[in-house]
Each structure stands twice: as C-alpha cells, then as structure tokens.
C-alpha cells in the first residue's frame, strides 16, 4: 500500500509544473530596419550618386519580402529631417542598391545619409557624408582591349586628373558631432577626403554590371594588363578619371570595349631535341613538356632544298617518334613544337640534322 501511495506523490509532482500560472507572453517582433551597410556618396561624372546595401532582415531577425532604402540628402548644413530631399529606392533583402542625385554648383557641399523603411517602420540613419561638388572629369577615350598571353591587355587616351585636395574635395562637417532626428541617431562625419589622382578600370563579365574598380589605387598610366578576367567569356571595360578616392570623384565612364577571352598562350618549345639513326629509320627524341594543358607534339622534317613538312602528330604521353621514311644518304632537319588543348602551337626549338647512313 504505501509502495503505491509513494508512486502516485510521485506522479502529482510531475505533473504539478504544467498546470496553474503561464508565464508572460513574449513581445512581437519588431520589424525595424537595422542601418543600412557600406553607404556611400560619390560625384561621378555630372551627377551625383549614393548607394547602400539593403537589410535582409529586422533588428529582432524577422526576415524581408520586400525593403527599402530612403536617402536623405541637403546642401550646405540644412537639418536633412527637416530640409532635406528624399528619395526613395525599393530594394530586394541584401542588395546593394543605388540612386543618382543631380549635381550642384561646383564648391557646393552636399550632405547626405541612408536609413532602411519597412512598411511604417523606419530605421537608424546611417553616418552622414560630405561632399563638395566639383567641376565634371573629362572621361577617357578611345579605350581599346586585346588579348595578351597574360589575359586581356588596356589602353586608353586622356587627361588625368590631378589629385584633388580640401577643401575642393572632402566631407563638410555639420554643426554638431551628434544630432537626434525622428529617424534615429547619426554620430559624426565621414573622414577626410582626399587620395591621388589617376584611372581606375572598372570590368564587368557576361551580362552582369560594373561593380567595383580592379584595384584600390588609381592608376597613374594609360595602360592596364587584366590577369584576372574569366576564361571563355566576353568581358567589357570602362575607365574613369579619378581626382579623389575618399570621397571618390570621377569622370562618366569611357566608352566600353569588349574582348572575348580565350586561352592564346602558346606552350613552351620542346627541349632535348635529338635523333639517332636506328635500323628501322631516324628515331626523333625530345624531353617531355611540362606544360598542364599541352595537347601533343608535332614533328617537322626538312628535306635538302625543300620546305619544312610536318610529317607526325605525337600524344602527350610519347616523348619519341620513328621516321621510318627517311631514306639513306638524305640529310633531313627536324624540329618539335608542342600544341595545347586550345590549338596554341609553340615555335619551333634549334633544328637537329641526321641521316640514315
């Protein structure tokens, strides 16, 4: 009886925690948007651009179908809540998006911030930027583009610009370091402008767009060797001028030039080359290519007054051919080449003579 009495205490007290009070419910979610990343404002060519990077989803983590971006921007030091200019860009969660903005006066400074909406719903500003407008860059012309054995190889014409230097260039600071607004806190300024001047050479592949310059750096020359672009696909190029990286002020772009990039490297020319008389014919010798995308070899014989003839196609896996043609007393010149997978053929090394006694 008390074994039983003992079980059933037992039971009661596990099932005692699910029963009387809940807890408190937990708040909703909130849907806010967190500040938009990597903002920036740029002055290219005769206008002015701002861009961000859209929240994918809300400072409690609730995921986006649909955001957007709102950027506020003013001249001089005019409250930007207050008598700032908006413009609003719809945005896919996580992309990077862009607005253009029209450029004023040069020495004109304009100010400018981002901050996400969704729905009613709006977010922290982003950091306010400064720029002062300048005079439009003259772009480059005439930008040409061919394939080079190292990849794809640039030249262009026109003036580049000298490096700009504050106050023509650089962030102007509002009143006060850190201002309350309905939309939020922004803290500071951006940093200090400033960077040489030169080209930066801006890629795209396929039908994508052009995103960021290929390199950190302007360049000071009129000529640029892309290693990096994509094999077996159409690439396009545009420069711009560059008087200021940070803010970033260019020209409008040059005009495109596209290649189609392919493999027109030419494999390194056979070494070794040798040939000894054998009973069957002239045995050709060579050393083994190392060459990871080499296709075969191909054999040339020179007879006496006549043109060199290929006269054998060897696999990769032969370092040897018989001439078992080759006739007695006949002084012949052979040569190797080696030929890759994309039919890029090597010259052809220091011709060996021999002749079947």
């Not at 059933?8 to 948007?33: E, I, M, W």
């Not at 992309?95 to 719903?121: E, H, I, K, Q, S």
């Not at 106050?167 to 400033?194: H, I, L, M, N, S």
């Not at 043109?307 to 370092?319: D, F, H, L, S």
């Amino acid at each position: 009886m008390r074994d039983r009495t003992a079980v059933l205490l037992g039971a009661l007290v596990l099932l005692g925690p699910a029963c009387g009070h809940k807890g408190d419910p937990l708040p909703p979610l909130r849907r806010t948007p967190p500040t938009p990343q990597d903002f920036r404002l740029a002055q290219r060519g005769d206008a002015l651009e701002v861009r961000a990077t859209a929240p994918a989803a809300s400072v409690d983590g609730v995921a986006y179908e649909a955001v957007t971006i709102e950027f506020l921007y003013t001249d001089g030091t005019k409250d930007l809540e207050k008598a700032g200019e908006r413009r609003a860009v719809p945005a896919a969660p996580g992309a990077r998006v862009a607005a253009t903005l029209p450029l004023p006066a040069p020495g004109t400074t304009v100010r400018a911030a981002a901050r996400g909406v969704a729905g009613r719903d709006k977010g922290q500003r982003t950091l306010t930027l400064a720029i002062v407008a300048q005079a439009p860059l003259e772009s480059p012309h005439e930008l040409t583009a061919v394939l080079a054995e190292a990849g794809v190889r640039l030249s262009w014409r026109g003036v580049r610009p000298k490096a700009a230097t504050p106050p023509a260039v650089g962030p102007a600071r509002p009143p006060a370091a850190t201002e309350t607004k309905a939309g939020g806190t922004e803290t500071g300024d951006a940093p200090a402008g400033g960077g040489q001047g030169g080209f930066f050479v801006y890629r795209r592949a396929g039908g994508a767009g052009y995103e960021a310059p290929l390199g950190d750096k302007p360049l000071d020359r009129r000529g640029f060797e892309d290693t990096g672009a994509p094999p077996d696909a159409t690439v396009c190029y545009v420069v711009r001028a560059v008087a200021s990286t940070d803010p970033l002020v260019e020209s409008a772009p040059s005009n495109e030039a596209c290649v189609a990039v392919r493999d027109i490297a030419a494999p390194a020319t056979p070494a070794g080359l040798a040939v000894l008389p054998r009973d069957a014919g002239l045995e050709v010798l060579w050393s083994p290519s190392p060459e990871p995308d080499l296709a075969g070899y191909r054999v040339y014989r020179q007879a006496p007054g006549g043109p060199a003839e290929r006269v054998a196609e060897v696999a990769t896996n032969q370092a040897s051919w018989l001439d078992g043609t080759a006739q007695r007393g006949v002084e012949y010149r052979y040569t190797v080449t080696a030929f890759d997978a994309a039919g890029n053929e090597s010259a052809p090394g220091e011709a060996v003579e021999a002749s079947l006694p």
